[in-house]
């Protein structure tokens, strides 16, 4: 039997409707059922993490094969690379935080200071002092009274926390 993808696709109408309704939990089911069979359909894979995130889940093994999905599909999405770089030093992964942060940079986000200040976290939590603290200046310069990257800086030099 052919899968329907796209705007075709019952899963999608359903969707649609459940959205109309109001009812997410009946639109993440039906998004979830749309990402697994239209593998090219960024636009839902973009809608299910955001439902998600709206309805409180933060768990990184349901959230993170979706945000692989959308760079595949969209490698020049800034926030699905910071949620794989936040989801990678969940798992104490800094190398491979530290290149979707760096991935984050090299796009030019909005908020430059957070993207310099998460790639500074990788760097500290990998043990490159250095360049933590490269980057948490780098942060701070942007934004000088950044909190995050001044209890950062403070971790970086010895200091504890403030």
């Given amino acids: 039997m052919p899968v329907a993808g796209g705007k075709d696709s019952p899963h999608d109408q359903l969707a649609a409707i459940a959205l109309e309704k109001k009812d997410t939990p009946r639109a993440i089911t039906e998004l979830t059922a749309l990402v697994a069979v239209d593998f090219n359909n960024v636009e839902a894979a973009r809608q299910l993490t955001t439902l998600l995130r709206q309805t409180g889940t933060e768990d990184s093994a349901k959230l993170s094969p979706i945000y692989q999905r959308i760079v595949a599909i969209d490698p020049f999405d800034p926030d699905a690379h910071a949620m794989l770089g936040r989801f990678a030093l969940q798992r104490d992964e800094a190398d491979a935080a530290a290149r979707e942060f760096r991935t984050v940079i090299a796009l030019g986000p909005v908020d430059r200071a957070a993207a310099y200040t998460d790639l500074a976290e990788s760097y500290?939590?990998?043990?490159?002092?250095?360049?933590?603290?490269?980057?948490?200046?780098?942060a701070l310069e942007i934004a000088p009274n950044y909190e995050r990257a001044q209890d950062l800086l403070l971790k970086i030099v010895g200091g504890g926390q403030r």
Avoid: E, S, V, Y
């Avoid at 500290?124 to 780098?138: I, P, S, V």
């Fill in 124 to 138: 500290f939590k990998g043990g490159k002092r250095a360049d933590a603290k490269k980057h948490t200046l780098a």
